[in-house]
C-alpha cells in the first residue's frame, strides 16, 4: 500500500500490517514534524544503498536520487527502512532548475526492497494520481464543485469516476478531448458509449 503525506500515520500502519497482513509505503512530510525531522537528521551519508533515475516529461526534466537506510528503533510501528528521495527538475521551457528532498518510510526490509523498488513504488503513487486525482481536479474543476450537502459528493465524485473509467475502456487517453468529443451529440454520444442506446 502506498500513501501520500496525509495517512501518514501510526494508525495506518499498524492496521495494514497487523490486520490485513499488507505492507505499507508511506511519504513523510512536514504535516508530521517530529517524524520529518527525525528522518531528515538520520546519517544519510552512510547509506551506501543508492539508486538514480532520469526523465523527461511534463515540460521538464529529471534526475531522482534514492538513497535507503535501514532502521530500527524509529518510533513508527514496524518501519524497517527508510528512503530519501531527491528530485532534481529543470524546466524545459526556461532552463530554471529546482530541488525537492522528500522522505519515505516502508516495513518492507532490504531484501523485499531494493532502492530501486521503493522507487517504483512511489511513482506508482503518482500514476494514480495523474490518471485520476489530476483529471478529476483541471478536467472536472472537482475542487470548486458547490455540491456539498448529503450525498451529492459522494454521488457526484462516482459519476465522475463512472465517466472517467468509460472513456479509458474505450480507448480516450485524452479525458478532456473524450468529453468534448462526447458534448457534440450529447443525446447519442454518451449513451452509445455505455451500449444503452434502443
Known amino acids: 500500500m502506498t500513501a501520500d503525506a496525509l495517512h501518514t500515520r501510526r494508525e495506518h500502519a499498524t492496521f495494514l500490517v497487523e490486520a490485513k497482513k499488507a505492507h505499507y509505503t508511506f511519504t513523510v512530510k512536514k504535516n508530521r514534524p517530529i517524524l520529518h525531522e527525525r528522518l531528515r537528521t538520520l546519517p544519510w551519508e552512510q547509506a551506501t544503498a543508492k539508486f538514480y533515475d532520469r526523465s523527461e516529461g ?25 528512503a530519501k528521495i531527491t528530485r532534481h527538475h529543470t524546466s524545459l521551457k526556461t532552463g530554471k ?5 522528500v ?14 523498488r521503493i522507487a517504483r513504488l512511489i511513482r506508482s503513487q503518482w500514476v494514480i494520481g495523474n490518471r ?16 456539498r450537502t448529503g450525498h451529492g459528493p459522494e454521488n457526484m465524485a462516482t459519476l465522475r469516476n463512472l465517466a472517467i473509467n468509460t472513456l479509458r475502456q474505450t480507448g480516450h487517453t485524452n ?11 450529447p443525446f447519442t454520444h454518451p449513451l452509445d458509449l455505455l451500449t444503452l442506446t434502443s
Open 97 to 101: 532548475r529546482t530541488r525537492e528532498t
Open 175 to 185: 479525458i478532456a478531448a473524450g468529453l468534448r468529443e462526447m458534448s457534440y451529440q
Open 103 to 116: 522522505y519515505v518510510i516502508t516495513d518492507l526490509t532490504s531484501r523485499q526492497a531494493s532502492p530501486e
Open 132 to 147: 485520476l486525482h489530476f483529471v478529476r481536479d483541471v478536467t472536472f474543476d472537482e475542487d470548486r464543485s458547490q455540491v
Open 58 to 82: 511534463h515540460g521538464r526534466k529529471e534526475t531522482r536520487v534514492i538513497q535507503v537506510l535501514t532502521v530500527e528503533n524509529l518510533d513508527f510501528p514496524h518501519a524497517a527502512q527508510v
